[in-house]
């Protein structure tokens, strides 16, 4: 959390006055109770962005109400209308590297989800389970090992975050169920005007194929609540997956800067012929390094780390200059077939290792490394760490997270691109990885990792990351989501048409928020009050 020597002040909205806010406030406290809704100085700084300068009040809440219910979550909206008073919305409020819990716009109320934590439902028939969006990936996975269910989860690689956040937020996660982040089915959601809508065949009352069933009668709307501000979603589906006879965690490890185009090219052939049916991630030495070591020993000058002393850490670390975690799983046979067939692909690259080991079910929770837990499904924060590369406990860092063809040639392109403007105008070590979402694709995860007590270094790394996303843009690479701080520049790039998507995206906002009270400015759509500049 921010130093408490740098005390938070409470925010105005926009066009808000003080004695308006205070009204509304009232209001909050009258319909969900005093303990519900928080406007301390460290309520405050719970949900700022945990990798912003101490002093930065960019994106301040003026309060936080905390809703139990789908009834208090319409009576908070109700009232938000009512006062004309901005609400930011998350589940848990862990989307860290792209402002975390913090608001878009500076005096917001932050309506955080997290105390609405039940796990509805696990249907072990059809595998799927239905969630709140407070249910972290521990609770899911707790409540399918207490129920007994031989059943996995599909999870991310820090097990605190929220279940629905995750998924609204088009987060990867990385068994093979969730390829296209494809494991969410079926939602229920608050619209603005306080009307709880469901979504797919949940438009059905008393419908049985709600979480089972992705499309509907008519044009499927799921999707338009995933990275937008129409509604509040309060339950979702989640599809999980049966425990194979066999899951093989595996390893590819290549020597060379260069070995990324032929790797990349080679891991889409097993893909697209489904050898490989997980989600993948290659890791450079820094980003693995980072979750292992410490930048201290083995550099200590303030310019980004020379290709010789990477060189050193790939050997000694024995991580090499890329890093390839990903698995196979079924019956054994079948697995082991598909192991040879991806040792000999991928080893045809000269000095290309790949290798792993065969697990069980029941091994499945107590493996030792978290990436082989992860893959399993078994949530864990091992790699938490990765963040104090130049900070320790105060490190933190920016995601700057393009989409790209799955070819080794715009692998590279990127790699260029994003290491070249890393180096040189942050004067930071270039960390990535990079998640092959499907068979077709890939996001490229920057990690612009910095001390968070260097303001210098927090300025670069922000400054850095919006240079990234328009020589990016110019490419014809564009992120997946942004940082609060570039979401409109993000959003920008997105042109075609002299922005008719955006313009088209406005018309809805306008349509289902009148009032634009949910979470204005997400991902680059504003109410019409808002926008120009308003």
Not at 125 to 137: K, R
Not at 274 to 286: A, D, M, S
Request: with cysteine; aromatic share 8%; proline share 6%.
């Amino acid at each position: 959390m921010t130093d408490l020597q740098h005390p938070v002040q409470r925010p105005l909205p926009p066009g808000v006055p003080g004695d308006r806010l205070d009204q509304a406030l009232d209001a909050f406290v009258d319909a969900l109770g005093a303990e519900k809704v928080h406007t301390s100085e460290q309520a405050l700084l719970d949900v700022r962005d945990p990798f912003a300068f101490a002093t930065w009040d960019d994106y301040t809440a003026s309060a936080v109400v905390m809703p139990t219910t789908v009834e208090e979550v319409q009576e908070v909206v109700g009232i938000a209308n009512r006062f004309g008073v901005p609400l930011w919305t998350h589940g848990v409020g862990r989307n860290n590297g792209y402002g975390g819990p913090a608001p878009r716009v500076r005096g917001s109320v932050v309506v955080s989800l997290r105390n609405m934590n039940r796990v509805l439902e696990i249907d072990p028939d059809c595998a799927y389970a239905v969630v709140e969006p407070g249910v972290q990936w521990f609770d899911l996975y707790d409540a399918i090992r207490a129920g007994g269910h031989k059943l996995m989860v599909s999870v991310t690689d820090l097990g605190w975050g929220s279940v629905v956040g995750n998924s609204l937020d088009n987060g990867a996660t990385y068994l093979p169920i969730a390829q296209d982040m494809g494991a969410a089915c079926g939602m229920e959601v608050v619209l603005a005007n306080g009307e709880v809508l469901r979504t797919g065949m949940g438009a059905m009352p008393g419908n049985r194929s709600w979480h089972v069933y992705k499309r509907s009668l008519g044009p499927s709307i799921d999707l338009l609540f995933t990275q937008s501000n129409f509604g509040i979603v309060t339950k979702m589906g989640i599809w999980l997956m049966p425990q194979p006879e066999c899951y093989m965690p595996l390893r590819l490890r290549a020597w060379r800067e260069d070995d990324l185009g032929p790797i990349v090219d080679t891991l889409r052939t097993l893909m697209l012929e489904r050898t490989i049916e997980n989600v993948p991630q290659i890791w450079n030495t820094i980003s693995h390094a980072s979750v292992i070591s410490t930048r201290a020993p083995w550099y200590q000058g303030e310019d980004p780390i020379p290709d010789d002393v990477i060189d050193r850490m790939a050997r000694e670390l024995e991580i090499g200059r890329w890093y390839m975690r990903f698995a196979l799983y079924g019956d054994e046979d079948v697995v082991d077939l598909r192991f040879r067939k991806v040792k000999e692909a991928f080893e045809r690259i000269p000095g290309v290792e790949v290798w792993g080991e065969k697990h069980a079910p029941e091994e499945m929770h107590d493996l030792q490394h978290p990436f082989d837990r992860v893959q399993a499904g078994v949530p864990n924060l091992d790699i938490n760490q990765m963040t104090g590369w130049y900070g320790g406990e105060e490190g933190g860092h920016v995601g700057f997270s393009p989409v790209a063809r799955l070819t080794g040639k715009d692998a590279t392109a990127l790699r260029d691109l994003i290491r070249g403007l890393v180096e040189q105008k942050a004067r930071l070590d270039y960390a990535a990885v990079l998640i092959p979402t499907n068979a077709r694709s890939f996001v490229h995860v920057t990690l612009v990792i910095f001390d968070t007590k260097d303001e210098a270094q927090c300025r670069r790394a922000y400054d850095t990351a919006k240079l990234l996303v328009e020589d990016a843009g110019k490419l014809g690479y564009g992120e997946y989501r942004a940082h609060l701080d570039f979401m409109d520049l993000a959003a920008e790039q997105y042109s075609f048409g002299d922005h008719a998507y955006r313009r088209f995206v406005e018309r809805i906002k306008d349509a289902v928020d009148p009032n634009g009270i949910l979470s204005p400015g997400k991902q680059g759509i504003w109410p019409k009050a808002m926008r120009n500049g308003g």
